[in-house]
């Protein structure tokens, strides 16, 4: 490109790599060795998240850093109970129980650090820009973890999305007032490799879908 047609504004040729990279390589992990997330590396993965944009800057993501092995075990069989209501209603719709029961859908006992993100209670005050969209608040603690998934990427950690638990048991579990919501179990930490695709894809689970079959022009394609 002539120099003179550069935008100024653009991140040089090898940041964007890395940006892109990051995006490329990011994956929602399952498998993790036990040993410990630096608090530092901890820290700055927090920061990356609280840079999201938010819903009138709401900023409502809450998150909870579970220190306590006791209740780290709690969090797990929770999500062990809703694995196994999740199995029962896949083999009702599609006889796919056994199959997903073979899955792995969580690291929670052998990651380094476990996270639980919520959105935060008094989210009816917030009206700037969720009038018509309430769950414009959930969409905004979704640009944190995913700041947070990249950023701990980025770190060479792999971080796994769990949403395998009943919210009401999770929040009384925490003590999460009732106007708040527990979305999102985050397990981060070291790994040994990180999938060359999402595991799902790697199992046979599911395939992923190309991308000339979502976008679309002036008008919805069926
Ligand atoms: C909102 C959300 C919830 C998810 N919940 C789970 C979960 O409970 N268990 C699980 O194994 N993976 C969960 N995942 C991970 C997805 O299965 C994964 O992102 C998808 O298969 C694509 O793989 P990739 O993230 O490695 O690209 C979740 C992902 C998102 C975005």
Same mark, same amino acid.
């Given at each position: 490109?002539?120099?003179?047609?550069?935008?100024?504004?653009?991140?040089?040729?090898?940041?964007?790599?890395?940006?892109?990279?990051?995006?490329?390589?990011?994956?929602?992990?399952?498998?993790?060795?036990?040993?410990?997330?630096?608090?530092?590396?901890?820290?700055?993965?927090?920061?990356?998240?609280?840079?999201?944009?938010?819903?009138?800057?709401?900023?409502?993501?809450?998150?909870?850093?579970?220190?306590?092995?006791?209740?780290?075990?709690?969090?797990?069989?929770?999500?062990?109970?809703?694995?196994?209501?999740?199995?029962?209603?896949?083999?009702?719709?599609?006889?796919?129980?056994? $199959?997903?029961?073979? +899955?792995?859908?969580?690291?929670?006992?052998?990651? %380094?650090?476990?996270? /639980? @993100?919520? &959105? *935060?209670?008094?989210?009816?005050?917030?009206?700037?820009?969720?009038?018509?969209?309430?769950?414009?608040?959930?969409?905004?603690?979704?640009?944190?973890?995913?700041?947070?998934?990249?950023?701990?990427?980025?770190?060479?950690?792999?971080?796994?999305?769990?949403?395998?638990? $009943?919210?009401?048991? +999770?929040?009384?579990?925490?003590?999460?007032?009732? %106007?708040?919501?527990? /979305? @999102?179990? &985050? *397990?981060?930490?070291?790994?040994?490799?990180?999938?060359?695709?999402?595991?799902?894809?790697?199992?046979?689970?599911?395939?992923?879908?190309?991308?000339?079959?979502?976008?679309?022009?002036?008008?919805?394609?069926?």
């Amino acid at each position: 490109m002539p120099e003179k047609m550069k935008n100024p504004n653009a991140y040089n040729p090898s940041e964007q790599r890395a940006i892109y990279r990051v995006i490329a390589e990011r994956r929602d992990m399952r498998h993790f060795r036990n040993d410990p997330v630096a608090p530092e590396v901890l820290q700055r993965l927090l920061n990356a998240a609280h840079h999201a944009p938010s819903v009138g800057l709401m900023q409502p993501w809450r998150f909870i850093r579970i220190t306590d092995i006791a209740l780290r075990k709690q969090i797990y069989d929770l999500v062990q109970d809703e694995r196994l209501r999740t199995a029962k209603a896949i083999g009702e719709q599609s006889q796919r129980e056994d $199959e997903f029961m073979r +899955l792995k859908v969580e690291g929670i006992m052998q990651c %380094g650090e476990l996270l /639980v @993100a919520s &959105l *935060c209670d008094h989210r009816e005050d917030h009206i700037f820009g969720r009038r018509t969209i309430p769950e414009m608040d959930l969409a905004s603690v979704c640009c944190a973890i995913q700041n947070l998934w990249l950023a701990a990427r980025a770190e060479g950690l792999g971080m796994g999305w769990v949403s395998m638990f $009943e919210p009401v048991s +999770l929040g009384a579990l925490l003590g999460i007032p009732a %106007g708040a919501k527990p /979305v @999102a179990i &985050l *397990c981060i930490g070291h790994v040994e490799a990180f999938y060359q695709a999402p595991m799902l894809v790697e199992e046979g689970w599911a395939t992923e879908r190309p991308i000339s079959e979502m976008v679309m022009e002036n008008r919805w394609k069926p």
